[in-house]
Nanobody, 119 residues
Framework: QVQLVESGGGLVQAGGPLRLSCAAS????????MGWYRQAPGNQRELVAS???????NYADSAKGRFTIIRDNAKNTVYLQMNSLEPEDAGIYYCAADIPLGTIWYRDWGQGTRVTVSS
């Protein structure tokens, strides 16, 4: 089990940048993966970006070329750098960690941080 605390959300104008942070309560270097998910009004929670233990990344089509997920093991923190924000990027962003437990794994979630994009 790990506690995840997101920060960095807020109001940003369309076209602007925003960086989200996910601080974990313990070392993250043994996690299978960490990721960012977004839930917009009327939509399901969906993957925005993820990074595996080995460093491979995966992005939603809408995020490719604009968002970057960054892992800093020394700080037990994962970041989501968002550039060229669009109104469609708005929503609550949740941090997730996939944690191994013996032969299985489980997922922990943060409480989320809201991103609002104005025009």
């Amino acid at each position: 089990q790990v506690q995840l605390v997101e920060s960095g959300g807020g109001l940003v104008q369309a076209g602007g940048p925003l960086r989200l942070s996910c601080a974990a309560s313990r070392s993250i270097d043994s996690f299978n993966a960490m990721g960012w998910y977004r839930q917009a009004p009327g939509n399901q929670r969906e993957l925005v970006a993820s990074i595996s233990r080995g460093g491979s990344t995966n992005y939603a089509d809408s995020a490719k070329g604009r968002f970057t997920i960054i892992r800093d093991n020394a700080k037990n923190t994962v970041y989501l750098q968002m550039n060229s924000l669009e109104p469609e990027d708005a929503g609550i962003y949740y941090c997730a960690a996939d944690i191994p437990l013996g032969t299985i794994w489980y997922r922990d979630w943060g409480q989320g941080t809201r991103v609002t994009v104005s025009s």
